[in-house]
């Protein structure tokens, strides 16, 4: 399913111990680096980088099926931009080739986050840096009950699938009224949920008043150090290379 | 405003949750000393659930509603007092533990109610490792909510409100998920966390032959009022007598009942086998 | 006939939850499935109406292999009614609730009416027709999801944990039912932990442990084997206990009071105590 390609997956290797700060500056700098530049060969080269990246994280497995998970979408921003700007203006088949691709770039930096980085980290992450704790709380909950709604979701389509409804055949409009048995029972079982884990919140204290307080705190290593030096640098060089140097044509096609 | 009283004391309480037609507790009076073992039974809807939220000030701070009477928990009135300042006086465990477990891992999980109180770091380090450790599954600290079975996601969620330190704790059906001998694990972690601490312990429950020799008191309910309570053997022969139908009579009991009736057996209701099985080598054996 | 031949399921994410199950489901039989939580059992009864194919292996029904049949024709035959109630339950009325399979099966009109009304009169569920499913109490929900199941007669009832939550008499109104269809010649198959429920209904046992069918009986052989039960995480029933403890293992097996009551008064007639 399309949401494993942004599960975190436990591990011990050195990108999982990153602190997570650093870990989302690595990924902005893709989409920043990807941003600059228009050319394909450089989009494709920051494809490529993270390959090592997601292969060191020992999520290149996951990595990889959200690139496949894309190829639909770059496909169809690749049609609508052709459609749009090649025909229109004249310009050159590589533009349309560069938004795909830049789109590519943008979702599977995310993913690479995601998939090496705690969500409750990342919510210590935003805490600290002074957003309210509820609206962190909201963002890690989230991703904590995706999977799970993704599992209530399935056993609802299995039930009504017993009960002799068939999902995929008809028109559109037969489709989607076919889709009213999953969506209701989604919905009260959804409320049913969040009532009951609201009650489990207030149960523990949730919104005492108190100001909050925290069992963990994250520690700024020399290895973060280093890695921000690194990754700001290739940023800085980046844009120097952007404002400085036109890019031979041939690399553009 | 703390005065010396019973751990849980209700009078009069009549409930009514907002846009129902009827009150799902009606005129209802219970005192639970401290250090008792309570055990609640009853029908489906007779408004168990209901009564535990009352305990800890879901109701009426959750859910609103319409409340009569009064209601103290640990000496603390439950209408004037916040659920979150009733956090570390009475905890609660409900039935479902995928949903009272938010974080992904069990550790910072148990630590939710302690940050939420602005405990310092040091003390919720120091209380988290101590009720893993009671519960048993300090192993299990760094493991992630959906990586564990029921039962040990059961334990996790005992763990998160025994952090708080709380001096009675209810549960609410938690074991309705789990398989029977999973439940007896559950069953085993309550019964030595009240002998280890302590505690006032409430549970609700089906299950009354794996918990019936465990409990001081047995309350059985139904249609929102109590109709039966008070020792537990006393209580569940006279349930087997009119509610065998309502209520999961253990079947030592039923065979007791019978045994009785034709003059058999003499002895106390028996509440485990081997009570039964005492009773029964006196009559077998004897020639 | 419902065969399983050496069936082995892996889901997408990788996890082995049946490795070889091998079963026949008889006409006219009764079948519990038992095991502790992630044995399998939820995995096992999805294979019989198709909503999961075999990843090795083959499940037919009535001779035709469900890797060839879509759901909705093979659950014409193969009616499942799975633990929550609130996954499938949407429709305005309990009334619209019973019908919507009959609809999807194509039912003539006169037809669904007839079948709606007595279902709902045999789940004792009349006074509800009309009611918003949602508003109905757990035990109630429960009853209105089995309703809609029953309500087109499948050859093969198949029931995910029918009893739970549910009192005396609601099992015992389960069990008057089981006994209903068995004698139009249908088949039951239910999955549960209700050891004494199982055995009181007299159902054949498939224990399920780690995937596989670790033992296949008649209700008295295998929940009277402690060691078999304990590895599927079941307690054995109270009355087998008291037993186990009067005369050790080589006690008979007994599952009910009644049973054991009988016992106890012969034991008494024949003027030893002794076995």
């Known amino acids: ?253 | 405003m703390k005065t010396e009283m019973a751990a849980i004391e209700i009078r009069n309480l009549t409930y009514k949750y907002q846009n129902a037609e009827a009150p799902v507790l009606q005129n209802l009076n219970l005192t639970i000393e401290k250090g008792e073992f309570a055990l609640v039974s009853g029908p489906s809807g007779c408004g168990k659930t209901t009564l535990c939220r009352c305990l800890n000030g879901l109701i009426p701070h959750f859910y609103g509603g319409e409340l009569e009477g009064e209601i103290f928990v640990d000496g603390l009135n439950v209408r004037e007092t916040p659920p979150a300042k009733l956090a570390s006086h009475v905890g609660l465990i409900f039935q479902n533990p995928e949903n009272q477990l938010f974080s992904f891992n069990v550790e910072r999980d148990v630590a939710f109610g302690l940050e939420n109180l602005g405990v310092p770091p040091e003390e919720i380090r120091r209380r988290v490792d101590w009720s893993l450790e009671l519960v048993g599954i300090s192993d299990l600290k760094d493991r992630a909510p959906w990586e564990l079975s029921g039962g040990q996601q059961q334990k996790a969620a005992i763990a998160c409100v025994l952090a708080m330190q709380p001096s009675i704790i209810v549960f609410d059906e938690p074991t309705s998920f789990l398989d029977p001998l999973t439940a007896r694990g559950i069953f085993d972690v309550i019964a030595k966390l009240r002998r280890k601490l302590d505690l006032t312990v409430v549970v609700v429950e089906h299950r009354l032959e794996a918990l019936a020799a465990h409990a001081s008191r047995l309350i059985l309910m139904d249609h929102g009022k109590i109709i039966l309570n008070g020792e537990p053997r006393k209580i569940l022969a006279e349930a087997a007598e009119r509610l065998s139908l309502k209520v999961g009579i253990p079947s030592v009991i039923l065979l007791h009942r019978r045994l009785s009736k034709l003059g058999i057996l003499e002895g106390l209701t028996p509440l485990t086998t081997s009570e039964m099985a005492a009773q029964l080598r006196g009559v077998l054996n004897r020639d | 006939m419902i065969r399983l031949e050496d069936v082995g399921y892996v889901y997408p994410g990788g996890v082995e939850a049946l490795r070889g199950v091998s079963l026949t489901i008889g006409e006219r039989s009764s079948l519990a499935i038992m095991g502790r939580s992630g044995a399998g059992k939820t995995t096992l009864i999805k294979h019989l109406n198709g909503l999961l194919k075999p990843t090795s292996g083959r499940v037919t029904v009535d001779g035709v292999d469900t890797r060839k049949a879509t759901v909705a024709k093979l659950s014409r035959k193969v009616g499942i009614v799975f633990q929550n109630p609130d996954h499938q339950l949407f429709a305005e009325t309990v009334e619209d609730e019973v019908a919507f399979p009959l609809k999807n099966f194509g039912f003539p009109q006169d037809e669904i009416k007839a079948r709606t009304e007595w279902v709902l009169e045999l789940f004792n569920l009349t006074r509800y027709r009309k009611h918003s499913p949602l508003t109905l109490s757990g035990g109630e929900k429960k009853r209105v999801a089995m309703a809609s199941i029953v309500s087109w007669k499948p050859k093969y009832l198949v029931l995910d944990e029918p009893t739970l939550g549910q009192d005396r008499e609601n099992k015992l109104r389960l069990r008057e039912l089981f006994e209903e269809f068995m004698e139009e010649g249908r088949t039951i198959i239910m999955v549960t932990h209700d050891v004494e429920f199982a055995a009181e209904c007299g159902f054949d046992v498939a224990l399920l442990v780690d995937g596989k069918v670790s033992a296949l009986g008649s209700a008295r052989e295998i929940l009277s084997n402690v060691e078999l039960l304990k590895k599927a995480s079941l307690a054995a029933p109270q009355m087998a206990e008291l037993f186990l403890e009067l005369e050790g293992v080589e006690a008979q097996p007994v599952f009910t009071v009644e049973e054991a009551e009988r016992l106890i008064l012969s034991r008494l007639m024949s003027g030893s105590g002794r076995p």
């Open chain 1, 1 to 253: 399913m399309a949401y494993r390609g942004f599960m975190f997956k436990k591990g011990e290797t050195g990108l999982h111990r990153l602190d997570p700060r650093v870990k989302f500056l690595i990924s902005l700098v893709f989409v920043v680096c990807s941003l600059l530049f228009e050319e394909l060969v450089v989009l494709a080269i920051l494809t490529l980088a993270m390959v090592p990246l997601a292969s060191k994280g020992g999520v290149l497995k996951e990595w990889l099926s959200t690139l496949k998970g894309l190829a639909f979408l770059a496909v169809l921003i690749f049609a609508i931009n052709l459609v749009f700007i090649f025909f229109g203006s004249g310009k050159s088949w590589g533009f349309p080739a560069a938004m795909a691709l830049r789109f590519v770039v943008v979702v599977s930096s995310f993913s690479l986050f995601f998939l090496v980085t705690a969500p409750d980290e990342f919510g210590l992450a935003l805490q600290q840096s002074r957003i309210p704790f509820d609206v962190v709380f909201a963002l890690t909950m989230a991703f904590r009950f995706v999977p799970v709604l993704a599992l209530e979701v399935q056993s609802i389509a299995d039930a009504q699938r017993s009960k002799g409804l068939e999902l995929d055949s008809g028109n559109l409009i037969a489709r989607i009224k076919r889709r009213i048995p999953l969506l209701i029972p989604l919905i009260v079982s959804s409320v049913k949920r969040s009532l009951e884990i609201a009650e489990a919140m207030e149960a523990r204290g949730y919104g005492s008043g108190n100001p909050r307080t925290s069992l963990y705190k994250l520690n700024f290593k020399r290895v973060d150090l280093a890695v921000t030096v690194l990754t700001l640098a290739m940023l800085a060089s980046a844009v120097y290379f952007r404002l400085c140097f036109s890019l031979p044509v041939f690399l553009g096609f």
